[in-house]
């Protein structure tokens, strides 16, 4: 039976919003104040230390999407540079990642519509998860064209935040709580309020705030032109990172001295609020309610993908491997879906520390992620010298610069032990991966029976 094929539909500029919905998200709109408050200013660097260090796997996957067209997703460089158990565990990995990061945004939904409606908040999150999951079954140019719009609202956003922040400081404007100034940034404690510790301590969340950059990878088969739009859309991640994240965060300790922020609120709120835009709550919780339905689509895309990918490698049930009509991974979504919308229950069990668990477990497996990532270029350097001579996409200052961000990432990890909110996340992740092992071990007993009785 042949393999059947994802259909190429996702265009330029597709891939470029898809690129930018997934270094904006849940992570900058809400996830920031948490990571202010650990931090103070200083979270600025935090931001630039994790977005360049993002970026440069980036480029050693897009290098590694390029040096074979037979590569769907990094589970399958992951596989080739590495072994099997290393595409199994990585696609199982990525996919529960996406999963447990798309529940807490699915459950995000409902929160946020209950600002207009008073409905129980199942009601909407259900809702548009279906919706979701209509729309993804028709044709992946759906998904693409999605993501533009969410990712087009998300920008539009922090523009006019940014934008409305240079006018403010230029006049001196007056809130509330201080006068709009670049002094706001150092006057409340320096730029280190609580030393290095909570500088560190802010990583966790920071890396959270960065997950989804690799989804130009997992689209990867269905991207038109790969050879020119993936490089495109990676190339432009630093300026991304600079801009909508740096530029928007100084904006936002100049208006508002970090120590007026809520971590249990959203920052971008709270400054509309003060820039004295009368509809600024309503503005603002649509699109974090928009940011949460992006998040959420672009689970549902990911983990049928890598689904999909993994019923390829015959490492996942055979039945994901099926497409529909429209060249849709149906089965895939179908599951995924089925498993986020078990989102509710988990907030409805743990309302006070899902959030904190979830984007900490997420973190630590996209650190397993993008780990592999930089391990299979290592690899691929030292295996395949023929292929990287012929390259047109080199990442640049390999491998030292591999080592230098998995030292990160390991220091990372380490940091995540001293903190209360992290330690127990942390700590029970490490079940996961046993469990995978464990399945692993058994697929392969099984296989060698099957081949034996053949």
């Not at 006057?187 to 030393?195: I, K, N, Q, R, V």
């Not at 409805?348 to 299979?376: D, E, H, N």
Request: net charge positive; charged share 10%.
């Amino acid at each position: 039976m042949a393999q059947q094929e994802l259909k190429r539909d996702l265009k330029n500029r597709h891939v470029q919003l898809i690129a930018i919905g997934g270094t904006i998200g849940t992570g900058l709109f809400l996830g920031s104040g948490r990571a202010i408050q650990l931090a103070g200013p200083s979270i600025m660097f935090a931001y630039v230390i994790v977005g360049i260090a993002c970026f440069f796997v980036m480029r050693a996957l897009g290098e590694l999407l390029l040096s074979k067209a037979g590569y769907k997703s990094f589970t399958d460089i992951a596989e080739d540079y590495i072994g099997p158990w290393a595409g199994f565990v990585t696609g199982w990995t990525y996919w529960f990642c996406w999963i447990m990061t798309a529940m807490a945004d699915i459950i995000a939904v409902g929160v946020y519509v209950q600002y207009w409606f008073n409905i129980p908040q199942w009601v909407p999150a259900i809702v548009c998860l279906v919706l979701l999951l209509g729309l993804n079954l028709l044709t992946v140019k759906l998904f693409g064209e999605l993501e533009f719009w969410f990712a087009l609202i998300k920008v539009i956003t922090i523009l006019a935040l940014i934008g409305i922040g240079v006018i403010l400081l230029v006049i001196g404007f007056k809130t509330d709580v201080a006068t709009v100034s670049v002094k706001n940034i150092w006057e409340y404690g320096g730029l280190f309020p609580h030393g290095v510790s909570g500088f560190l301590l802010s990583f966790q969340m920071v890396v959270f705030a960065y997950v989804g950059v690799e989804l130009v990878g997992v689209s990867a088969a269905e991207t038109a032109n790969p050879q020119k739009n993936i490089p495109s859309a990676i190339n432009k991640i630093p300026l991304r990172i600079l801009f909508f994240y740096v530029g928007a965060l100084f904006i936002l300790l100049c208006i508002n001295p970090w120590t007026q922020l809520n971590a249990e609120n959203s920052p971008f709120v709270k400054t509309f609020s003060l820039v004295g835009i009368p509809i600024a709550a309503g503005i603002i919780n649509f699109v974090v309610l928009t940011s949460a339905a992006s998040a959420c689509n672009s689970g549902l895309f990911s983990t049928s993908r890598i689904l999909f990918n993994l019923s390829s490698n015959k490492q996942g049930p055979s039945q994901f491997g099926k497409l529909n009509k429209n060249h849709v991974p149906s089965n895939a979504l179908l599951i995924s879906a089925l498993v986020l919308s078990g989102g509710a229950l988990l907030s409805k069990l743990i309302p006070g520390q899902a959030f904190g668990i979830v984007t900490t477990i997420s973190a630590i497996c996209f650190i397993w992620v993008w780990g592999i990532i930089l391990v299979c270029h290592i690899r691929y350097r030292k295996l395949r010298p023929d292929l990287r001579k012929k390259s047109t996409f080199k990442a640049p200052f390999t491998p030292f610069i591999n080592y230098a961000v998995l030292t990160l990432f390991a220091f990372i990890l380490i940091v995540m032990l001293f903190a209360e909110a992290t330690r127990t996340a942390l700590l029970l992740t490490p079940i996961w991966f046993i469990l995978l092992f464990i399945l692993y071990s058994f697929n392969i007993k099984k296989d060698n029976n099957i081949r034996a009785s053949a």
